[in-house]
């Protein structure tokens, strides 16, 4: 299984970043859950978002409301829409799925 995540950047508070997730391997990627989480420098890996395979969403709050996930099942990749970016939002975002891990893409949020 490999995941392959870009999308990060650098982007002022109030921004928007789109991340994306690529995945390749031999798990049906379709009926599989998706994960995103992110790491603040100094702190513990949170979830941000979970999609299902048919697309069904949850959040905690910090993000909901901001961010949404959505995928492509015939792309085999998901995507983290990221609206109303806050400083406290910056981290490194990694995809996971079925405890395989992404090498992360760094999303800084400058106020």
């Known amino acids: 299984v490999q995941l392959q995540a870009s999308g990060g950047g650098l982007v002022q508070a109030g921004g928007s970043l789109r991340l994306s997730c690529a995945y390749s391997?031999?798990?049906?990627?379709?009926?599989?859950?998706m994960y995103w989480f992110r790491q603040a420098p100094g702190k513990q890996r949170e979830l941000v978002a979970s999609?299902?395979?048919?697309?069904?969403?949850n959040y905690p709050d910090s993000v909901k409301g901001r961010f949404t996930a959505s995928r492509d099942n015939a792309k085999n990749t998901v995507y983290l829409q990221m609206n109303s970016l806050k400083p406290e939002d910056t981290g490194v975002y990694y995809c996971?799925?079925?405890?395989?891990w992404g090498q992360g893409t760094l999303v800084t949020v400058s106020s």
């Open positions: 996971m799925v079925s405890n395989y």
């Open positions: 391997g031999s798990m049906i990627f379709s009926i599989r859950t």
């Open positions: 999609i299902t395979g048919v697309g069904d969403t």
